[in-house]
């Protein structure tokens, strides 16, 4: 059997570039090993921890909120397995349907795990198959930490991966890092009555993100129960039966300092993830820090070979690696191919949301640029308050001389939907203006974008 394309990796990188060669007319194949499709993000990422997202946030609601809404009665038990159960249909309706969309789209899924034997070649299995172009979409793992070693299977010492599938709910628990993966499964635990101390190397959580949206991040992170440990790099797990202590050396300096926990969620990054693909007999070229090396078109040094998503520089985000997965798949198809890497939102799924697009206030200034800060706290916006999620703000970020749009950074309710019409008005080369001149309905969250733009002119009206 021989293919036009045959792309190395089901998650959103791979089956989205699946199903766009197939549109464009190329025979298609996908490799996939695990038993089903959807890679990291359907499987034990993005979408299940979505779901422990919602039912833990629907807790929280019942718990705190409903009483005052005049919504009487006890509030909800926990059945942890059927907590669980739910987010495992979560996924199976997405997997499946991402099966259903390779059928539907005469996309061959050929079952095991790939390696390339050369140029031209996949083999799955004991078959190799002739293939015109590959796409390696394999993504990335949990990168290991020295001192500590992860055994899912034994819920105690976990990753992201054991922290969805944990046995029981642990009464403490010790999250180390604060990055997206630390705070969205901390939220989880922490919602479910689990005492969450969240360990951090660096000074503030989301290292990177907008300095205003950290400080109040945490703030907020704090008033709902998890404590933070924050410039204390961890430097070992010593996992025992049934509990683990973490060792970390403090802000302070002097003596590593003991802290006990039922369970560790060790969340300190992830690496891109490629054995067993036989890179290295290829000849194909990796950065410095492990990825794939490609050029502007998502080709490697070896002709033929494309790669994209976690296994190559960027941001490793589901969605980064779609457009890519587009992108590349109009390359091989003769088309242009593009990516505006200047407009990729970040997302943090916790109550509140917390989203970006494009640079940062530091980072601008840093460059020497001249920037004007729209700011609109939510405090002042009705629909915010109607839902009690009055926390947080707006701030946009545009050039002080032709006020175009430059970046933004939300932390309010549906941060990461309303995100979006800012990344659609810097894809068009928008100005503050222009967002500030559209008429939004109301009441909705989306006004606190425009009063932020209206705020970057001559004023907001509700603040
Ligand atoms: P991360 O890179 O976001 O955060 C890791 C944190 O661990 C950093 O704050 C770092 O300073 C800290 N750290 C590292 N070593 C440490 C040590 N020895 N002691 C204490 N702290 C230490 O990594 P994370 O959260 O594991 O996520 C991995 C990737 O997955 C990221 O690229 C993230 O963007 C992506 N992801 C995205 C999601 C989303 O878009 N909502 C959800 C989950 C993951």
């Given at each position: 059997m021989s293919y036009d394309v045959i792309i190395i990796g089901a998650g959103p990188g791979g089956y989205v570039s699946a199903v766009r060669c197939a549109q464009l007319g190329l025979k298609t194949a996908i490799v996939e090993g695990?038993?089903?499709?959807?890679?990291t993000c359907l499987n034990v990422g993005c979408i299940p921890s979505k779901a422990l997202l919602h039912a833990t946030h629907s807790l929280h609601e019942a718990q705190h909120s409903f009483g005052k809404m005049g919504l009487k009665g006890a509030a909800p038990e926990v059945d942890w397995d059927q907590m669980k159960s739910y987010k495992d249909d979560v996924i199976g309706q997405n997997t499946g349907g991402v099966e259903f969309l390779m059928k539907k789209n005469k996309i061959d899924w050929l079952k095991g795990w790939a390696s390339i034997p050369a140029a031209g070649q996949v083999k799955v299995g004991d078959e190799t198959y002739a293939t015109k172009n590959i796409v390696i979409a394999s993504g990335s793992v949990p990168s290991a930490l020295p001192g500590v070693t992860v055994e899912n299977d034994k819920?105690?010492?976990?990753?992201s991966t054991g922290a969805l599938e944990l046995p029981k709910i642990p009464n403490k628990m010790v999250v180390i890092g604060a990055g997206v993966i630390g705070l969205e499964l901390g939220s989880v635990y922490a919602r479910l009555g689990t005492e969450v101390t969240v360990v951090e190397y660096?000074?503030?959580?989301?290292?990177?993100?907008d300095k205003d949206v950290q400080r109040s991040f945490k703030k907020i992170l704090e008033k709902q129960g998890l404590k933070f440990i924050m410039g204390a790099a961890v430097q070992g797990v010593e996992a025992l039966k049934s509990k683990a202590k973490v060792t970390y050396q403090p802000k302070k300096g002097g003596d590593d300092e003991i802290i006990d926990a039922d369970v560790v969620l060790v969340a300190t990054g992830r690496k891109p993830y490629a054995e067993g693909l036989g890179l290295d007999a290829l000849g194909v070229k990796l950065t410095e820090r492990g990825q794939i090396a490609t050029d502007a078109k998502w080709a490697t040094n070896v002709p033929g070979i494309y790669a994209i998503g976690d296994?190559?520089?960027?941001?490793?985000?589901a969605h980064k690696a779609e457009d890519e997965g587009m992108a590349v798949a109009d390359v091989i198809a003769g088309k242009h191919g593009h990516v505006n890497y200047g407009v990729i939102p970040g997302v943090v799924y916790t109550t509140p949301e917390v989203a970006t697009v494009g640079a940062t206030e530091e980072a601008l200034k840093a460059e020497g640029r001249k920037v004007k800060i729209g700011k609109f706290s939510f405090m002042g916006n009705g629909r915010a308050k109607a839902v009690g999620q009055a926390d947080g703000f707006v701030k946009l970020i545009a050039d002080k001389?032709?006020?175009?749009?430059l970046g933004a950074a939300i932390i309010g309710p549906a941060a990461g939907d309303m995100i979006h019409e800012i990344c659609v008005a810097m894809e068009f080369g928008a100005s503050a203006e222009d967002i500030a001149l559209t008429c939004h309905a109301h009441?909705?969250?989306?006004e606190a974008v425009r009063e932020a733009a209206l705020a970057c002119g001559d004023g907001p009206i509700h603040a």
């Amino acid at each position: 059997m021989s293919y036009d394309v045959i792309i190395i990796g089901a998650g959103p990188g791979g089956y989205v570039s699946a199903v766009r060669c197939a549109q464009l007319g190329l025979k298609t194949a996908i490799v996939e090993g695990r038993e089903t499709l959807g890679g990291t993000c359907l499987n034990v990422g993005c979408i299940p921890s979505k779901a422990l997202l919602h039912a833990t946030h629907s807790l929280h609601e019942a718990q705190h909120s409903f009483g005052k809404m005049g919504l009487k009665g006890a509030a909800p038990e926990v059945d942890w397995d059927q907590m669980k159960s739910y987010k495992d249909d979560v996924i199976g309706q997405n997997t499946g349907g991402v099966e259903f969309l390779m059928k539907k789209n005469k996309i061959d899924w050929l079952k095991g795990w790939a390696s390339i034997p050369a140029a031209g070649q996949v083999k799955v299995g004991d078959e190799t198959y002739a293939t015109k172009n590959i796409v390696i979409a394999s993504g990335s793992v949990p990168s290991a930490l020295p001192g500590v070693t992860v055994e899912n299977d034994k819920g105690i010492v976990v990753d992201s991966t054991g922290a969805l599938e944990l046995p029981k709910i642990p009464n403490k628990m010790v999250v180390i890092g604060a990055g997206v993966i630390g705070l969205e499964l901390g939220s989880v635990y922490a919602r479910l009555g689990t005492e969450v101390t969240v360990v951090e190397y660096m000074d503030a959580v989301c290292p990177g993100m907008d300095k205003d949206v950290q400080r109040s991040f945490k703030k907020i992170l704090e008033k709902q129960g998890l404590k933070f440990i924050m410039g204390a790099a961890v430097q070992g797990v010593e996992a025992l039966k049934s509990k683990a202590k973490v060792t970390y050396q403090p802000k302070k300096g002097g003596d590593d300092e003991i802290i006990d926990a039922d369970v560790v969620l060790v969340a300190t990054g992830r690496k891109p993830y490629a054995e067993g693909l036989g890179l290295d007999a290829l000849g194909v070229k990796l950065t410095e820090r492990g990825q794939i090396a490609t050029d502007a078109k998502w080709a490697t040094n070896v002709p033929g070979i494309y790669a994209i998503g976690d296994v190559i520089e960027g941001p490793m985000l589901a969605h980064k690696a779609e457009d890519e997965g587009m992108a590349v798949a109009d390359v091989i198809a003769g088309k242009h191919g593009h990516v505006n890497y200047g407009v990729i939102p970040g997302v943090v799924y916790t109550t509140p949301e917390v989203a970006t697009v494009g640079a940062t206030e530091e980072a601008l200034k840093a460059e020497g640029r001249k920037v004007k800060i729209g700011k609109f706290s939510f405090m002042g916006n009705g629909r915010a308050k109607a839902v009690g999620q009055a926390d947080g703000f707006v701030k946009l970020i545009a050039d002080k001389e032709t006020d175009r749009v430059l970046g933004a950074a939300i932390i309010g309710p549906a941060a990461g939907d309303m995100i979006h019409e800012i990344c659609v008005a810097m894809e068009f080369g928008a100005s503050a203006e222009d967002i500030a001149l559209t008429c939004h309905a109301h009441p909705t969250y989306s006004e606190a974008v425009r009063e932020a733009a209206l705020a970057c002119g001559d004023g907001p009206i509700h603040a």
